[in-house]
């Protein structure tokens, strides 16, 4: 393995099992079964791309995919006594010798590309760089004499910088021996379309209810609000881990009382929002609450085109959103406004504007969504 277990893992979401942990996947049958056709047929590619939106298990379908890969043995005639069946899961048993020491961190075959930590600085870089990529000639140098299949998962591949990008191009262009690259892209868009082109497209899809609860019940998360952490989260089990554990459903509740102000915006409520993400610490918080805003505008929106959201995130939702998005018109109009709006914001945050008059200066556009 490429981590040391004294580093941080910025492939691990806070309140969560690292993917590597999960026992089960759940609600990814489709990219299961398209996997294993590939691998089955011999048409296993060298390079795959994971998608999908965030926390709904593409990290999770990886490090399966890993796994598999490592524990099951190349195609063969068999010799003698014929070829064996071909698999029919890309389960591993828990205590096959592969998963035990994936889980222990120690599985020479797999190399988990990861932002890392800055020497310079002692922080967590923000992308993956050029050097951490480079560690790759070591993996591929020293793993290369077991004739064995080696697996490098690239978590998240829109996290790479120009260089980390074209490095890990040419790896695509003459791929290593017995190499297989799982690239986990939550906006594939965001990738050189020749990374794209020498691909294959595995989709994931947002988690049902019953996924989700299964999902959830697996990481250990008891939902304070169960209704509103299903309708805020879209499927997404780390979405739903992150609201649950940063009290998520709470500040949207505190958002839509705010929103149904509206056409008047409360000064004094907006106030207080903007600054409860003040002070040192409370970044995570910020940065949640733009995202929840994205969320409030995003059903705005759509009440104006198929009614208010059902179930409701918070109390007074469906008459909130009704009242601000009664038809198609202002539909559009929201739509509109929430991208500019989120685009500002974001770009606020990318510069260390301060906080709290970042988010009060947010709320205070918000009316001019109504006008």
Not at 47 to 69: C, E, H, N, V
Not at 196 to 201: D, E, G, M, T, Y
Not at 211 to 230: G, I, K, M, N, W
Request: hydrophobic share 45%; charged share 25%.
């Amino acid at each position: 393995m490429s981590a040391d277990d004294a580093l941080p893992e910025p492939d691990k979401l806070e309140g969560a099992p690292h993917p590597r942990e999960a026992t089960q996947l759940f609600g990814q049958e489709a990219a299961e079964a398209a996997f294993l056709d590939a691998f089955n047929t011999g048409r296993l590619h060298h390079g795959w791309m994971i998608t999908g939106p965030k926390g709904i298990g593409k990290a999770t379908l990886a490090w399966k995919l890993a796994r598999f890969l490592i524990a099951t043995p190349p195609h063969d005639d068999g010799g003698l006594f014929g070829a064996p069946p071909p698999p029919t899961t890309l389960d591993i048993d828990p205590e096959h010798p592969v998963a035990r020491r994936m889980m222990a961190r120690a599985e020479p075959g797999l190399f988990s590309l990861t932002r890392s930590v800055v020497e310079t600085t002692g922080r967590m870089s923000r992308e993956i760089r050029i050097e951490d990529v480079r560690r790759l000639r070591g993996f591929f140098a020293m793993s290369s004499a077991d004739g064995g299949r080696r697996v490098v998962i690239v978590d998240a591949a829109d996290e790479m910088n120009p260089n980390a990008a074209n490095a890990i191009l040419k790896l695509l262009e003459e791929p290593p021996a017995n190499a297989v690259l799982l690239l986990i892209a939550h906006q594939p868009s965001r990738l050189l379309p020749t990374i794209r082109s020498r691909c294959r497209v595995l989709r994931c899809e947002p988690l049902s209810d019953s996924d989700l609860d299964a999902a959830l019940a697996q990481a250990e998360v008891t939902a304070s609000d169960p209704a509103a952490l299903t309708a805020l989260a879209g499927g997404s089990a780390g979405a739903a881990i992150r609201l649950e554990t940063e009290e998520g459903t709470k500040l949207y509740a505190d958002l839509l009382k705010l929103i149904s102000t509206l056409p008047q915006l409360d000064r004094g409520l907006a106030g207080k929002l903007a600054e409860s993400v003040g002070g040192r610490g409370n970044e995570a918080r910020m940065t949640l609450l733009l995202d929840l805003l994205d969320v409030a505008l995003s059903r705005l929106a759509r009440t104006g085109v198929v009614g208010p959201p059902t179930p409701e995130a918070a109390p007074g939702e469906a008459d909130a959103l009704l009242k601000l998005s009664p038809n198609a018109h202002a539909a559009r109009n929201w739509a509109a406004h929430a991208q500019s709006l989120s685009e500002r914001a974001r770009r606020g945050a990318a510069v260390n504007l301060d906080p709290p008059g970042l988010i009060f200066d947010t709320l205070l556009k918000l009316e001019e969504g109504v006008r």
